[in-house]
């Protein structure tokens, strides 16, 4: 197994004298994509968790124990996650899991961690219809970021006709199928809307983009809203400006590139197109900037971006230190029963709070594209909004709650037959 265990920042404790040497460490799983086609965005969560694992360690761990990460490869390759989720909870013992980041490896895992009864920290935006008591979902869910960019769409910038291009997979086509069902009840004739999806790692756009500029070219303003994932985002993007399609004639607003994937694309031509997310690193707090400098001081190098699933790693694990410090041992059942109301600082200057559904408050942001890669805030939500697990506007989901606190402790309950055990 491409396995890394990290011993350098026990080592610096150790000798500052913060932790005693025969403390045995307490071990966290990081399972991300290190090569592959999903590489491109993964990699930097690798990163960032090493670095909070290092400074959770310099603060003299948890529990007055260190902390060591166990980094596994799934190589961008699904079943390879269950594989490793397995080996990183029987094999090595890990506490919790930080990891994956689309949602067909997230799907491989979850009969791992329900068999071993262990905790996944889930940090991306995702299609909802999902709550289980084993992850803690701390990227966003549709009403967190798909729904409010089709508000902004159509109530900012006039939005009437809408094309959906997304990456074929459960999180693109979920998600598309809800708004397809909110377009429609927002009015939208069916003939508006078109779904697109292609494959993982996709590189030929011409025919695609062509069908975008002819869609957007009737005289009713036109959007593409982007399920792409990965690195096929480079040559879409690079495919739009090929054209000559800018978002003064047909804005693409986007729920997967972030800054990350900016930083391989030239940007020039890509100004003021947007992408829906909860945290940009232009945001302007002391908190940002804090997380910001320490990152580029861990990485050593100034150029490094900050993205929304960093800080969805961020609210996670400072949440589970706090949740193992109240519960006071790492045991998985007193460890998820102590998550639910833990609320830790975002990066955004707010306070992020843990719902019994197992999701996190969050703000709402819309960005535009600069030509330096990051995004100007043009939008944002008043205050925080929960994660929504069930979609309200899919009627198998409609009736549908979760609530992991005792007496009910059910994912998915439903409100009209009061029994636990609805639609998965």
């Not at 994956?100 to 299609?127: D, G, H």
């Not at 600069?370 to 944002?380: C, M, N």
Request: net charge negative.
């Amino acid at each position: 197994m491409n396995k890394l265990l990290l011993t350098t920042a026990l080592c610096a404790v150790f000798a500052s004298g913060a932790l005693a040497e025969d403390v045995e460490p307490i071990r966290i799983g990081i399972l991300h994509s290190l090569s592959g086609t999903m590489a491109i965005s993964e990699t930097t969560l690798r990163d960032a968790m090493l670095m909070l694992i290092e400074q959770q360690n310099a603060r003299g761990g948890v529990l007055g124990r260190p902390l060591e990460a166990v980094v596994v490869d799934p190589a961008s390759d699904w079943p390879r996650f269950a594989e490793l989720a397995r080996e990183l909870i029987a094999g090595d013992g890990v506490a919790a899991v930080f990891g994956c980041w689309t949602s067909v490896s997230r799907k491989s895992v979850l009969p791992v961690f329900e068999e071993l009864n262990s905790i996944l920290f889930y940090p991306v935006q995702y299609e909802g219809q999902e709550s289980q008591r084993n992850v803690f979902y701390t990227g966003a869910a549709p009403n967190q970021q798909a729904i409010p960019a089709i508000d902004y769409l159509m109530d900012v910038e006039g939005v009437e006709r809408f094309y959906l291009a997304g990456t074929d997979y459960v999180y693109p086509r979920t998600t598309n199928q809800i708004l397809e069902a909110y377009l429609i009840a927002r009015g939208v004739a069916p003939e508006d809307i078109i779904v697109n999806y292609t494959p993982f790692g996709h590189s030929d756009w011409q025919t695609i983009v062509s069908e975008i500029a002819a869609f957007g070219a009737t005289g009713r303003r036109a959007a593409v809203v982007s399920t792409i994932n990965g690195d096929a985002n480079v040559p879409f993007y690079n495919e739009l400006a090929a054209q000559g399609i800018t978002a003064e004639e047909i804005p693409v607003i986007a729920f997967s590139v972030g800054e990350e994937e900016l930083a391989g694309i030239d940007t020039g031509p890509l100004v003021g197109h947007l992408a829906a997310w909860n945290y940009f690193e232009s945001v302007d707090t002391p908190e940002n900037q804090a997380f910001i400098d320490a990152w580029h001081a861990y990485t050593g190098n100034d150029a490094r971006v900050t993205n929304d699933p960093m800080e969805a790693h961020y609210i996670g694990f400072n949440m589970w230190v706090q949740a193992v410090e109240a519960a006071g041992t790492t045991d998985t059942d007193a460890v998820i029963d102590a998550m639910i109301g833990v609320a830790v600082p975002n990066l955004t200057g707010g306070i992020s709070s843990m719902g019994a559904n197992h999701h996190i408050t969050k703000p709402v942001l819309i960005g535009e594209i600069q030509a330096d890669g990051q995004f100007d805030v043009v939008w944002e939500t008043s205050g925080l909004v929960l994660g929504d697990e069930w979609s309200d506007y899919l009627p198998e989901s409609a009736s549908l709650i979760s609530d992991w606190r005792a007496p009910l402790s059910c994912g998915n309950f439903n409100v009209e037959t009061g029994t636990c055990g609805g639609s998965e």
